[in-house]
């Protein structure tokens, strides 16, 4: 899938150094994108519009357990030492509400929204992931105009996870620690002298490079930065084992587990929203006083809803939580590949982090293969 | 254009079928009127009230594309309201069809359960259109009560003027029902067929469909041959809102129409 001029993993030129982002974000914002990147706000790492280095989160840190989020002040200079936010891309390739069409008397006119050029920086290789996930779901069969014009103009700089948190277990994934492919720039952050190493991705990443004061990286930069990945790769806190899991998971469909897990589901969608790749949606419409112009939007939806299987005049198809909780993991981590080839998992552990009850998805995966009912562990 | 915005259309036609159902035959208000299939559905949006998936009942002379509704919630009821020059919005057709021509050759079984015979009748129209093809058709309807069946005229007509064998059962009878009383698989003992030859065209509830589906397995009918209607709630048909999964399913776009072989296990799971 060509989307927004990616080249895949070869770099388009040598790897570079920087010693500030500065530059880097000001021939950003000179290209006309909006930098959006991490900040600290509502005691989380959220992503929003910065406006210089200033903004983002120097020496911030963050404690990520099934259920638990907490930020950890280090002290360091180090920017992006954490894991995921709770923010993912999808916010940005799949807005949580998008306008459709406007119906007025007689005619249907189509809305078209908004493809803001934003420059996501700070995005991790589960994110990217995640989302040539959704380029599946928004450019298959039926392609979405407005999914293509918002991705093409995401500006995607990657920069690769030191630090990944308790819940990551995006190595048993297959999809990072390190960013190596779909970004236009993938930076590695390193420490004394704190600098960047930089990789572009596509020719409007290499641009935007060659406008901004670099040197060749040397040797050590080279080497100091596969050691962030490499080091970053041993430090997973949870593990998944996907081997022949598109068999055995949808063939465990009467398993015990199924039963415990949703005696502490809340149904309350948390995972689903967190999730960057989920993208089930439902649709809303609006209609003015006069009853003659409605407006259509689409808006983010769950499987965890009660209404989200119903028929008029029957129950929901999925009436219980265990249904909607065997749905839903069955779907990220076995249908998902027969719907749109690739899982629908990245590794994120967004969550796990997010469940208010900690449910924990590597847990219920291992305990429902060796068909155990038991939970190991009641908070 | 984005995926989910419909067309105008103008309802051409009405016709009150009975006290809750309409089939309105339903044309572009510009441009000709889209390719369909047997067994297809569109997706139609009622101004204000929303949109629903709804399977194609029939092509017009025109090419209208016919749909039979029954009010049973809000965009139903809204549609079942509409009158000839109204306009509804339409996305699609979508979603795969009935193999009417797969069974050439074969004797055929057409099993509806109440609405569901709304979708098989572009199946019976398509097998008329080519009836030396086929062995032997049987038609089998079931219905709530008499006055609830759908098409008493044309069910005549394929009787009188198509050699096909039609047979009706209802629920509830009322005093003057001369006919048999109820499930629709009970008709299966009435009909002629050689179950290895045998298509089988199945739409109705899923209790139903399965019942109808097992039964004829039994009687020998291959589970690939046989070709069920599936309903599921949808708010896209396009594969992009998730609702209609049925396991590794999206029936908007694999199904709705998809053989017992594929399904059978899927229906058998509780809650899917």
Not at chain 1, 149 to 178: D, H, Q, W, Y
Not at chain 1, 309 to 331: D, F, I, K, M, N
Not at chain 2, 134 to 139: A, F, K, L
Request: with cysteine; hydrophobic share 40%; glycine share 10%.
């Amino acid at each position: 899938m060509s989307v927004g001029g990616s080249v895949g993993g070869n770099a388009l030129m040598d790897t570079v150094v920087i010693e500030s982002l500065e530059p880097l974000i000001a021939a950003l914002q000179s290209a006309g994108y909006a930098v959006v990147g991490p900040t600290v706000k509502d005691a989380a790492v959220r992503m929003a519009e910065i406006s210089s280095v200033e903004d983002l989160p120097a020496g911030v840190g963050d404690v990520q357990r099934p259920g638990n989020y907490r930020l950890a002040e280090r002290g360091d200079e180090m920017l992006f030492d954490f894991a995921a936010s709770p923010d993912s891309a999808k916010r940005f390739t799949q807005p949580p509400r998008q306008r459709l069409f406007r119906m007025r008397g007689q005619t249907i006119e189509e809305v078209r929204e908004k493809a803001p050029r934003v420059a996501l920086l700070g995005v991790r290789a589960c994110d990217l992931a995640a989302i040539a996930v959704q380029d599946r779901v928004f450019l298959g069969r039926h392609p979405d105009p407005t999914y293509r014009r918002r991705r093409e103009a995401l500006f995607l700089i990657a920069v690769n996870c030191a630090v990944p948190g308790g819940t990551c277990f995006c190595v048993s994934m297959g999809t990072g620690p390190k960013a190596t492919t779909g970004f236009d720039l993938a930076l590695t952050e390193l420490a004394s002298p704190h600098r960047f190493t930089v990789e572009s991705g596509s020719e409007r990443g290499a641009q935007i490079v060659a406008a901004i004061p670099h040197r060749p990286a040397d040797q050590g930069d080279l080497t100091a930065a596969e050691e962030v990945s490499r080091i970053a790769a041993t430090r997973m806190g949870r593990h998944v084992d996907t081997e022949g899991i598109q068999q055995w998971l949808p063939a465990a469909h009467d398993s015990p587990r199924w039963t415990d897990v949703a005696s502490r589901c809340l149904s309350c969608t948390n995972c689903t929203m967190v999730c960057p790749t989920c993208f089930c949606s439902t649709v809303e419409d609006i209609t003015d006083l006069t009853g003659e112009v409605t407006e259509r939007s689409e808006r983010w939806d769950s499987c965890f809803s009660l209404d989200f299987t119903e028929l008029s005049g029957q129950p929901p198809v999925r009436s219980s939580a265990l249904a909607r909780y065997r749905q839903w993991l069955t779907h990220k981590f076995a249908t998902w590949y027969d719907q749109f080839g690739t899982s629908g998992c990245v590794g994120c552990g967004r969550c796990i982090t997010w469940c208010p009850t900690g449910i924990d998805v590597t847990e219920e995966l291992s305990a429902i293969r060796d068909g155990t009912g038991e939970t190991s562990c009641i908070r | 254009m984005h995926p989910m915005t419909p067309v105008p259309y103008r309802v051409r036609s009405r016709r009150p079928d009975r006290a809750d159902t309409v089939t309105l035959a339903l044309e572009p208000v510009s441009g000709p009127c889209p390719f369909s299939l047997p067994g297809q559905f569109t997706m139609v949006y009622a101004h204000g009230v929303g949109e629903i998936p709804i399977s194609l009942s029939g092509r017009g002379r025109t090419g209208a594309l016919v749909h039979t509704i029954r009010a049973v919630g809000a965009v139903s009821q809204a549609l079942c309201r509409k009158r000839p020059g109204d306009l509804v919005g339409v996305r699609g057709p979508y979603g795969t069809a009935f193999d009417v021509a797969g069974a050439a050759g074969l004797d055929v079984v057409v099993a509806a359960g109440g609405l569901g015979l709304a979708p098989l009748r572009t199946v019976v129209r398509e097998l008329i259109a080519h009836r030396s093809r086929y062995g032997r058709i049987s038609v089998i309807a079931g219905t709530r009560t008499p006055m609830t069946l759908l098409y008493p005229r044309e069910l005549d007509r394929w009787r009188m003027a198509h050699d096909i064998d039609v047979q009706v059962i209802v629920d509830h009878p009322d005093h003057i029902w001369p006919g048999p009383v109820g499930l629709v698989t009970k008709l299966i003992d009435r009909i002629v067929f050689a179950p290895r030859r045998t298509a089988a065209f199945v739409c109705g509830p899923e209790i139903m469909m399965r019942a109808v589906a097992d039964d004829l397995m039994a009687r020998g009918v291959p589970a690939r041959r046989i070709a069920l209607s599936l309903e599921r709630n949808m708010k896209c048909g396009v594969g992009r809102c998730g609702h209609c999964q049925l396991g590794p399913l999206l029936l908007c776009l694999d199904g709705p129409v998809v053989d017992y072989e594929r399904v059978g296990g899927l229906l058998a799971v509780r809650e899917l």
